[in-house]
């Protein structure tokens, strides 16, 4: 018995040695400490006027954002809470490198709070750009996607904020607000890769531009076809094309009453669209929107006491916004020729064989096809009070 | 290693040796002087041991030796009921001695009730070492052993190791006897079966095979005996011993013995069908089969509201799972999987690594190692003592370490939710303690891979197992829904019909049932 159990002693001993190699010979795979690498937390693309690529990344410096542990360093050390680094290469990967020759410590991309890209980039090469984005392993696919308008990433990813020591999150933070709002849209990269491989839908991204000194504003989109900027929507049209979406959480719409202006809290909003077939042709955009609302506030005089008025108030809003999103429709009919809204997506799904044939023409009839857009508005509550108080003259 | 191994085999065969020496102390010489001489030889330089002499009858013909060890037996009960007794009746004896005296002792002299017969020197001495007063009679070749021990050692008190809310407040003790009495307290049944046997050449340790008959499994009693009976050694001070002789897997870093020092979980044991071993000298009793799930089991849960129980228990792995990995899954987050930090985590984690100059896996091993040190100080140390070391150790963990910047302040919160951890499941107390630095080697070199890989074998380990032949992870690993019942969630104890399936009782249906057709087995 003792033989025996010297013999299997004997290979355990062994075969923990033989583990033991294993882990210690393979060396530390990936092995990376925390303090080794550089947060990036913004992430802006430009393209120069010779066609390279201009990068430009916000590194967030953890050590002087956590003041709690700061102390521990004393003066020394980074004192602002980011730096901004901006390096001009051949290709987005080269360029990422390359910029290791000026800053200490290997960029790091999965906390990339937003992407920003340039209006120069957008029109020229989006598709292009992006592949490094979907290929890289590191890069997180729900970072906000968004394209700057009238400035350049840089500028933008440069600036100071008052609100977050971080700026790339104030961004994401005001992108993330859109929900409140539908004037903007939160648009992530995996929903751009998805819409540039989908061939009945067009993308659109949110936009950004410059409101001031050090803030700005994700407000409107950016409209791309066969990926490549073509256009803008304003904020109404924005919103417009949100509640075509069925991506509405709540919003604020203005509309006209009696003896001044109503504002209605959108809090529900269900949207479905849909092509019409006449004959096996595309006859009609169906656009149906079904919300409720509350009366938010009454800057007027008018009063609210009888059912009437409340239904009256309905048609007033259904009218309000019937209007923004065939403002929204026809400037991607007229203007911009681009099936944003995904109609093709229905066709593809309804009439597969229609699709089949005419799939490379469809941007075409889409523009030539009119829209049936209804819009059931029911209006809920009146707030706390009913009538507004003003003293009786 | 090795070469003790061979000693061990030696001296075993040595002792056997010595046992038939000790064996052939040879009959009991009829005459008392005899006697005297070969007792003060046996008992040479044991100033304990007391001899006396009575002589009573007329002309103090009637010689009587009482011997026995000092302090071992009470003085009070020998006195009462056997020296005044013969002192008593004895006096005006006209017999001359022998055998008549001998048959009216143990008759309607000697009041004590727990008397037996020596048939040769050797009883005579074992009786002696044991505890109890042993009368040799001029003329007589049978000694009377007389059992008048004192009851010794402490009082039956609440167990420091194991305390709970809800249940008795009783603890064993060291004394035998009054262990199994505190048992048979609880199961007032004669199907609850003593096994009295000796171990240890020398010490010649009381150990007690404790099952209910009808309930428990033969075929593991039979297995328990009979690895009992293997045990070769001179010494069986603790159960410890004999809990390292008869596991299963004696390499094993997961208990594959159970032991408690609380009767009500060792009388739920016994119901259980689990066979139970006491050892005079220890308060701890221990239980085969040993299975993993008992190590998350504590005694409130049955006494408890099943839906708390059952979120105890759950509390309970999720500690279990924390203290061995926690550390581990810090450090390959930090050092290999940064992706799947969120992002203000990251921040949080990166700020309070900077500055730091040891890497995340060094400053987990420093900090780990200082606490089982300052642990193991809390064991050894005097109690008085003990607050200054929670200061001192406090202090120096907690707020230096990080002020001075040798840790971080997220890797002192990781350590103290560890330690934490740690305490809640005592059994598995030591096992999670090495694995926690083997995972944390695996961790420092793979990453999440490597906890993976350690894990895998942990588990590979703990499914082959097995004590006394139930597999140590059933009820999971076999898979028994019957004994779901009471692993992860705690079913209420009514609904709990059914014993542990696994363990294979000869009754396993609780309640009115099962006992009616035990008892029906008795009459048979």
Known sequence: MTAGWRKKAKGMVLLAFLLACLLLLSGCWNYKELTDINVV????????????????????????????????????????????????GETIFGAIREMLATVDKKLFFSTAQVLILSERLARESLEESLDFFQRDHEVDYLMNVLVAKDVSPAEILAMESDMDTIPAVYISETVENTSYRGTGKKTMLIDVIKDMDCKGKQPVIGQITKAGENMVRTEGLAVFKEGKLVGWLDPYETRGYQFAMNDIGSAIVNIPAEEGKMSMEVFRSKAKIGVEFEDGEPACLMVKVRLEANVGGHEGKGKLDAPEKISALEEILEETIRKEIAMALEKAQDEYSSDIFGFGMEVHKYHPQYWKKSQDEWDQIFSRLPADIQVDAKIRRTGIIINPVIKEH | MFGRIRNKSKSGR??????????SYGPIPPSADAVKASLNEIFSNCCDFILREIACGKNGAIRILVAYIDGFVSKNELNQDVVRPILDFLANEESPGGSSIYNRLTDCIVVNNDIHEAADMHQAVDGIISGEAVLFIDGETRALVVGVKAPQGRQVQEPDTETSIRGAREGFVENLLTNTALIRKRIKNPNLKLEMMHLGDRTKTNVCICYIKGLANEAIVREVRERLKKIKTDAVLDSGIIEQYISDNRLSLFPTVG???????????????????????????????YLFVESIQATDDYFDHAFFATFMRLLRVIALTTSTLLPAMYVA????????????????????????????FVEAMLMIVAFELLREAGVRMPKPIGQALSIVGAIVLGEASVAAGIASNLMVIVVAITAVCSFIVPPLLRASMLLRFVFLIAANFLGILGIAFVAVAVFVHLCKMRSFGVPYMAPFAPLTVNDLKDAFIVVPIWAMITRPKILRQQENVRGAKGSQRQEVNIQQ
């Open chain 2, 14 to 23: 040595n002792n056997s040796e010595e046992i038939v020496q000790t064996g």
């Open chain 2, 259 to 289: 032991s408690s020092e609380k009767c009500d979980k060792l009388a739920g044991k016994l119901l259980e069908g689990r066979v139970a071993i006491f050892c005079d000298g220890s308060p701890h009793v221990l239980t085969v089969p």
């Open chain 2, 333 to 360: 987050l930090v050092v290999y999987h940064h992706t799947v930090i969120p992002f203000k985590l990251l921040l949080t984690l990166a700020a309070s690594q900077q500055g730091i100059p040891f890497s995340p």
């Open chain 1, 41 to 88: 937390v913004g992430v802006g693309l430009d393209r120069t006027e010779e066609g390279k690529v201009l990068l430009t990344v916000q590194v967030a410096e953890p050590g002087s954002i956590q003041s709690t542990s700061g102390h521990r360093s004393g003066g020394e050390g980074p004192t602002k809470p980011v730096f901004v680094v901006s390096h001009e």
